[in-house]
């Protein structure tokens, strides 16, 4: 029978948000998580250390400019056995999350008027970082197995000697979710040496994994005797972005200068105490078992991204972890546009950005269909 006037009309597809790279509130507010952290809060209160965490330092430690000792040697506990490999509690200085750890690792390790080179695309507000500590910017391609070592190499011996660090987001790349690949990492190190620079490599996606990555942690490719790596870690796409505790994992003769900056000379590390109250979510296994849990959950958000993407006749990549899709964009975009993601402003801006973390399931589906209307 046909439609009567008074019908339900068929519902229109609406946009959708695409472009925050937040986790969805349910990830943030499910039962479990609350309790462990619960159990978290409650164990660092009642500890009889827990004033460590309200104060500058103790008196066989000194003052915690690196981080309190005890969530330094309770994080390398956990990243050893999330890599296999040991991990030095003297090799990682705790920070206020990725970004505050990429912009020391800058400011420390550069000085006005030198030389970076990033990829293109890359992270956007990298470009902010660097700038605003006064560096002169240069891109390299970046390929389907990471960064273009050739590009890179052909950029340093041009540049002679001006080139003094290389920012790489080498697992889950933002915004294109390529991995650099092992024989490039080694390639990496080795420019580094020839070519004098330190490479900041941000890994905030390194522990969100849909399949096992085939990577470590630049970290473990560096030479302790010629250490060059900054591998920046953060537990902000894990259990949520207002967490901002992070860290940097280096090797001590590059990360003892990071403190010795203004605001932490004056105020000591900030996240002492933030740092301080996650201890226990650590030591007791919740965090891992909360990792599982957040990379299952978006894992299934992904591949509905991708599916639909492809069912609406577009062409997205599908990353083996991280938080968003690539592709080169039609007439509609609902994810945040390429433009502005590399150098060349114009260089990728009929391509978009789309996270999967912040929508349902349901939304997602929505959207995609909207792409498509």
């Not at 391609?141 to 890179?152: N, T, Y």
């Not at 790489?168 to 420019?191: A, D, Q, Y």
């Amino acid at each position: 029978m046909a439609d009567g006037p008074d019908a339900k009309k068929a519902k229109v597809p609406q946009a959708q948000d695409f472009i925050k790279g937040w986790p969805h509130p349910d990830m943030l507010t499910y039962p479990q998580l609350k309790q462990d952290l619960k159990a978290s809060f409650e164990a660092f209160i009642n500890e009889t250390g827990c004033i460590n965490g309200l104060n500058y330092g103790d008196k066989e430690n000194g003052a915690y400019m690196l981080g309190t000792p005890d969530f330094r040697q309770a994080l390398a506990t956990f990243l050893s056995e999330q890599y296999g490999k040991p991990c030095d509690w003297n090799t990682i200085m705790s920070t206020g999350g990725s970004s505050m750890g990429t912009d020391l690792c800058v400011r420390m390790h550069s000085k006005h008027g030198d030389y970076a080179v990033c990829e293109g695309p890359t992270y956007y507000l990298a470009h902010d970082m660097m700038r605003n500590a006064g560096l002169n910017l240069l891109e390299v391609p970046i390929q389907e197995d990471g960064m273009d070592m050739v590009a890179l190499e052909k950029v340093c011996k041009e540049q002679a000697g001006k080139i003094k660090l290389v920012y790489t987001v080498p697992v889950h790349h933002n915004p294109t979710g390529v991995t650099m690949s092992n024989p490039k990492r080694e390639t990496l190190l080795k420019l580094a040496k020839q070519y004098d620079f330190k490479i900041v490599a941000d890994e905030a996606y390194q522990l969100l994994n849909f399949a096992p990555s085939g990577v470590l942690p630049l970290f473990y490719h560096d030479d302790p005797a010629d250490p060059r790596v900054f591998s920046v870690g953060t537990l902000s796409k894990l259990v949520g972005p207002g967490t901002k505790v992070g860290w940097v994992q280096a090797y001590p003769a590059i990360l003892k200068p990071l403190p010795d900056i203004g605001f932490i000379n004056s105020g000591n590390n900030p996240v002492i105490f933030a740092s301080s109250v996650l201890k226990q979510f650590i030591t007791s296994g919740n965090l891992a078992k909360h990792i599982a849990h957040v990379s299952a959950e978006l894992a299934k958000k992904k591949n509905v991204m991708v599916e639909e993407l492809k069912k609406v006749g577009l062409e997205p990549n599908n990353p083996g972890g991280g938080y968003f899709v690539w592709l080169k964009a039609k007439d509609k975009r609902t994810g945040r546009s390429g433009k502005g993601m590399s150098l060349e402003a114009d260089a990728f801006s009929d391509h978009m950005r789309l996270c999967f973390a912040w929508l349902t399931e349901e939304q997602i589906v929505e959207g995609i269909e909207y792409l498509k209307a």
